[in-house]
């Protein structure tokens, strides 16, 4: 991580008190300057809150601006000159710059005597001989707070026979306290199950061979169960960094899917939800595969925090599609977010923890834009358990599988938990998508209404923040209709066009009504959508869609909403034209953007008038070689 470099970047603790340093410049400029020069009155206000101890000194390492307002300012912390490994914390503050607590790691102030018993050269040979090592370089004298409280401590670099690590020895004591791997990134061919030929992060080490370990995520591991249930899982090694041949029953091919999976949904995490891992620290996890003998599951181990993969009958029929993982992932995040151990998995609770693990399953498999695994709303479609074809859950229409519930009903509850998330699973379909023929299945509601959705993208985002915001652990349906709405009232607005979207939805599968008595004074002057039989989109190049307003009215905002079909969604500039030729941007190309379609409602802002006369959509292919189609699009005014 780099170290942010502002003009408010560290304090000095002289004497007992925080005091600016040297390094103080002028007033702030920026929101992150105002949040820092915040951050730092209320370091002053509340020492024992950050454990302050006399030598203490304190540098900015970041602050952000979250898009609710919120601000979180990231120090680290020095203790007589000498870094402190886990002496970090965070101000947090709320939208109006009040102070709204502390993230520290320090159970208590450092009281630590920087006069080492053990010199350098005594560490360097502590650590040669305790971990065997090749080679030791020179050490550095710092305080090692990991754990809570602070120790003295050398930190140096070793060359051991699996590769470099990073080892700290007790400056007191000489024993080694831990040696953390420093290898270098490789990048892998993997030929998988499901995905067809993907690219792997592994790691290579001083033996040139290479393993199924990720450094660009936490260093998290695929390793190998050998069909055994419980016992040692040896991480995947390789010469030459080529991993499997298609083929389920070749060991390593299994692997590759899950590598390759895992990665893919923490990427999808990271990038759509700003989220570090499984457990948003950066730290990766371990997948294994091979688990039992034709064991047919996949699954997150509540108590090792590991997931876990069988082999499928005849131990050919592996459970490691992308969804799949991203399913299981998902698991670990909920656990993460919902102390102790998640939703709780009975009951309508553990009903919406399978909706929550089926949607962002989902969502991954959409992230990876994979043309050998296109991305769709069934869940594990690609395994064939049942050898014929059919997924194991539709979330379009839950009731395909023969058990699932595409309504809520008293008692829904007492169904088995993959059967009654089909009531979570059924609104997210409506809210993304929207009911009717869609391009991913037919989906009918509960109540006879038409639904139009607001995207996968946008109803994600609305889910994720009830799951990290709202959601607790004996959520029922009733709590996560008003936990999302509460969510979309947060990101988007209450009342708008997506709030109003999310009480239908809910309506739609039976869980409260469509009208909000809160929401009743708020007029909807006009709701057009048009509809034509897939519109073909030049390739590249631009084509205008018209709809015509008859009258005038003062309004500041209006909502656009767009339905596309295009196989990269990146490649598409998309804006609204008033009758007067102003020009507001929906959408730029966005060469990182790999997923596919558009179906999403935007915000413009008009100023107060909405114009008569004729509203144009463009929409433009900035990139040869893909074609798609408009299917409609809408104005709410």
């Known amino acids: 991580m780099r170290r942010i470099s502002?003009?408010?970047?560290?304090?000095?603790?002289?004497?007992?008190?925080?005091?600016?340093?040297?390094?103080?410049?002028?007033?702030?400029?920026?929101?992150?300057?105002?949040?820092?020069?915040?951050?730092?009155?209320?370091?002053?206000?509340?020492?024992?809150?950050?454990?302050?101890?006399?030598?203490?000194?304190?540098?900015?390492?970041?602050?952000?601006?979250?898009e609710t307002g919120f601000a979180h300012v990231r120090f680290t912390r020095s203790f007589k000159g000498l870094p402190v490994t886990g002496g970090d914390f965070v101000v947090h503050l709320t939208p109006q710059g009040a102070l709204d607590g502390f993230s520290?790691?320090?159970?208590?102030?450092?009281?630590?005597?920087?006069?080492?018993?053990?010199?350098?050269?005594?560490?360097?040979?502590?650590?040669?001989?305790?971990?065997?090592?090749?080679e030791v370089g020179t050490p550095k004298l710092l305080v090692d707070a990991a754990g809570g409280t602070g120790r003295l401590a050398w930190q140096l670099p070793v060359t051991l026979a699996e590769g470099l690590a990073d080892a700290t020895v007790d400056a007191t004591e000489g024993r080694v306290l831990r040696a953390l791997p420093d290898e270098h990134t490789a990048t892998g061919t993997g030929h998988s199950v499901y995905?067809?030929?993907?690219?792997?992060?592994?790691?290579?080490?001083?033996?040139?061979?290479?393993?199924?370990?990720?450094?660009?995520?936490?260093?998290?591991?695929?390793?190998?169960?050998n069909n055994a249930m419980s016992g040692a899982c040896t991480t995947f090694t390789d010469v030459n960094n080529i991993w499997g041949d298609g083929n389920p029953l070749t060991t390593q091919t299994a692997a590759v899917d899950v590598h390759y999976g895992a990665a893919n949904a923490w990427d999808y995490f990271k990038y759509r939800h700003g989220r570090n891992g499984i457990f948003g620290d950066g730290t990766g996890v371990e997948s294994r595969v091979h688990r039992g003998d034709e064991w047919v599951n996949a699954s997150w181990s509540l108590s090792q925090k590991v997931m876990q993969y069988g082999d499928g009958v005849d131990n050919a029929h592996p459970l490691v599609a992308l969804d799949v993982v991203g399913h299981e992932m998902t698991h670990g995040v909920t656990q993460a977010e919902i102390p102790p151990s998640?939703?709780?998995?009975?009951?309508?609770?553990?009903?919406?923890?399978?909706?929550?693990?089926?949607?962002?399953?989902?969502?991954a498999e959409f992230y990876a834009a994979n043309s050998n695994d296109p991305a769709d709303y069934r869940?594990?479609?690609?395994?064939?358990?049942?050898?014929?074809?059919?997924?194991?859950r539709y979330m379009n229409q839950p009731s395909l599988d023969g058990a699932s519930a595409d309504c809520y009903y008293p008692g829904v509850g007492n169904l088995d938990v993959h059967y009654s998330s089909g009531v979570g699973n059924h609104f997210f379909f409506l809210l993304a998508q929207g009911s009717g023929n869609t391009f991913y299945g037919s989906s009918t509601t509960c109540n006879g209404?038409?639904?139009?959705?607001?995207?996968?993208?946008?109803?994600?985002?609305?889910?994720?923040?009830?799951?990290?915001?709202?959601?607790?652990?004996?959520?029922?349906?009733?709590?996560?209709?008003?936990?999302?709405?509460?969510?979309?009232?947060?990101?988007?607005?209450?009342?708008g066009t997506t709030y109003r979207s999310v009480a239908r939805a809910w309506s739609a599968v039976g869980v409260g009504p469509s009208l909000?008595?809160?929401?009743?004074?708020?007029?909807?002057?006009?709701?057009?959508?048009?509809?034509w039989p897939r519109n073909p989109i030049p390739d590249p190049g631009p084509y205008k869609w018209l709809h015509k307003i008859q009258e005038k009215g003062t309004l500041e905002t209006i909502e656009v909403g767009v339905n596309i079909i295009h196989p990269r969604r990146g490649d598409l500039r998309i804006w609204l034209v008033s009758p007067a030729g102003k020009e507001y941007l929906l959408k730029a190309p966005n060469r990182e953007d790999r997923e596919a379609d558009v179906t999403e409602v935007f915000q413009v802002k008009l100023g107060g008038v909405v114009e008569p006369g004729e509203w144009a959509l463009v929409v433009e292919d900035t990139v040869k070689g893909e074609s798609g189609n408009v299917n409609g699009w809408s104005l709410l005014y």
């Open 6 to 66: 502002m003009v408010l970047a560290a304090v000095l603790l002289c004497s007992g008190a925080v005091a600016l340093s040297t390094t103080t410049a002028q007033a702030a400029g920026t929101p992150e300057d105002a949040a820092i020069a915040r951050a730092l009155d209320y370091i002053k206000q509340n020492p024992e809150a950050v454990r302050t101890a006399e030598g203490d000194r304190y540098e900015v390492w970041k602050a952000g601006i979250a």
């Open 104 to 134: 520290v790691g320090l159970d208590k102030p450092l009281a630590v005597d920087t006069a080492p018993k053990i010199s350098a050269d005594e560490a360097a040979a502590k650590a040669k001989e305790q971990l065997r090592a090749i």
């Open 195 to 225: 995905s067809g030929t993907v690219s792997l992060s592994t790691t290579g080490s001083a033996l040139l061979l290479y393993r199924t370990i990720d450094p660009l995520r936490g260093n998290s591991r695929t390793c190998n169960m």
């Open 342 to 363: 998640g939703l709780i998995y009975s009951g309508e609770s553990g009903g919406l923890n399978e909706t929550t693990s089926d949607i962002f399953g989902t969502m």
């Open 379 to 392: 869940i594990g479609e690609e395994l064939d358990l049942f050898g014929n074809g059919e997924p194991l």
């Open 449 to 495: 209404a038409d639904i139009v959705g607001i995207g996968r993208t946008k109803a994600a985002k609305i889910w994720y923040h009830a799951l990290a915001n709202y959601f607790t652990a004996d959520e029922s349906f009733a709590d996560a209709r008003a936990d999302t709405l509460a969510a979309a009232a947060e990101l988007y607005g209450k009342c």
């Open 516 to 531: 909000l008595w809160q929401c009743l004074t708020i007029p909807i002057w006009d709701l057009v959508w048009e509809e």
